[in-house]
């Protein structure tokens, strides 16, 4: 079998998966926790087989040969005859990384460049990519950017009203994130419908969230910029506020680049307005009356509908309305509230297909609206299994 195996490093944790890039078929996968402590812990399965034990892990090489020990004893041995390739998940591919790319040692040293558009991701992607390269040398090992999907965003939307000179400078832009996923459910949303010319909004919703609109299967807007703190309100993330708010607490409040930093990637969001970083959590707490979580939802839902019909806007025109991941796929309830106030797009929900956990790709309109709403699991592992196969077999 020619599976890829697929690594998402971050930094402090491992999450693998060895899959089939035909069918999406994995046929192992696990999550290695607290990397770089002595306690960490890993959880593993492959078929029936499942394997969980704290482990001893002081980097991302030490994870990398517990998984391939882990492997090794659930049956599923990682052998040259057996993987064709590594896929790497990188999250920032600066200016330069515009497709999936194969690893060389030039290509390593330009992602640990990239590395200070995002300080807070890339060095634990190249740490994986370190350490994955010294334990399997013979492999082609490929790089999956999650900006890469938006290189080709229209000028007009990639571009920051600053001076122009300091931007360019400084390569700052309009990057975009979780470009494998937003490639990935549009791709199967247009192969759904039977369209490639299809005018399609994908709301990724899970702890981080963004929204983008794909025409014809080009992105064209999304809600993450230069870093992945803009657009929605997420788990503990602010999205979208006044730049003058960070001046203001930078003079009022005695915040400093590191405290303003907290606040808005660790302190914000639902979690700042309502006090639950998890949305089930939250929906709890404002069906329990609290008027804190009940404002946090109402924000978080304000935001979604503004950006859709901001997006409606920029494409002219509006075929799909897409819901993936965590909380995208999980909660009829964000759904409904958000599309309930995008009837005059002409988007009309069916209760009881929204209500229903079929956890499939499927259509949740009631089919006499003129916008197809559907709900369609995220699979980033597999689409970098394909990109990472088609790379290393060229
Ligand atoms: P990540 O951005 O970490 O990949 P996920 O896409 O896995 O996140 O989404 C995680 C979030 O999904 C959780 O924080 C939780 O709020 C939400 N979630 C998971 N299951 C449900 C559910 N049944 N109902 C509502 N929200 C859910």
């Known amino acids: 079998m020619s599976n890829v195996l697929v690594l998402n490093a971050g930094s402090s944790s491992l999450k693998y998966q060895l899959v089939d890039p035909e069918t999406g078929e994995a046929s192992a996968k696990g999550l290695i926790e607290r990397v770089g402590t002595d306690k960490g812990h890993l959880k593993h399965e492959s078929g029936d087989h499942k394997d969980e034990r704290d482990v001893e892990v002081p980097d991302h090489s030490a994870a990398v040969t517990v998984m ?3 492997m090794e004893r659930g049956g599923t041995p990682l052998t040259p005859d057996s993987v064709i390739a590594v896929g790497h998940r990188v999250v920032h591919g600066g200016r330069n990384f515009t497709e999936p790319t194969l690893i060389d040692d030039g290509v390593e040293s330009e992602i640990d460049r990239v590395a200070v558009l995002a300080p807070l991701h890339n060095p634990a992607g190249l740490a994986g990519i370190r350490s994955a390269r010294k334990v399997f040398p013979d492999l082609p090992h490929v790089a999956v950017f999650d900006t890469a999907f938006f290189s080709d965003l229209p ?3 990639a571009t920051y009203a600053i001076d122009r000179d300091l931007a360019r400078e400084h390569a700052i832009r309009r990057y975009g994130f979780h470009g494998t996923s937003h490639e990935y459910v549009s791709q199967q949303v247009s192969s759904l419908l039977g369209r490639d010319d299809l005018k399609q909004i994908v709301l990724h919703l899970g702890n981080g969230a963004s929204i983008s609109a794909v025409d014809s299967g080009r ?7 230069l870093t992945p703190l803009e657009g929605l309100v997420m788990g503990t993330r602010s999205g979208d506020l006044d730049p003058g708010i960070l001046l203001h607490l930078s003079r009022v409040a005695d915040l400093d680049t590191q405290g303003l930093d907290d606040l808005l990637n660790k302190k ?6 309502g006090g639950h970083r998890d949305f089930r959590d939250l929906k709890q707490a404002k069906d329990d009356g609290d008027e804190a979580a009940t404002l946090a939802f109402d924000v978080y839902v ?3 509908v503004k950006y859709v019909g901001a997006y409606a806007a920029v494409l002219g025109g509006l075929d799909a309305i897409t819901f993936t991941a965590g ?3 999980n909660s009829p309830t964000i759904r409904a509230a958000a599309l309930e106030q995008l009837g005059f797009l002409g988007v009309r929900l069916d209760e ?3 209500s229903s956990r079929d956890g499939g790709a499927r259509r949740i309109d009631d089919g006499a609206g003129r916008v197809a709403v559907l709900v369609v699991p995220t699979n980033e592992e597999w689409a970098i299994a394909r990109h990472a196969a088609e790379v290393a077999v060229r």
């Open 219 to 225: 992105a064209v807007e999304t809600s993450m910029g």
């Open 155 to 157: 000028a007009a939307a």
């Open 268 to 273: 914000s969001g639902i979690y700042g307005l």
């Open 302 to 304: 304000h935001r979604l």
């Open 68 to 70: 391939q020990d882990a």
């Open 327 to 329: 909380v995208g796929e």
């Open 352 to 354: 009881q297909k929204n």
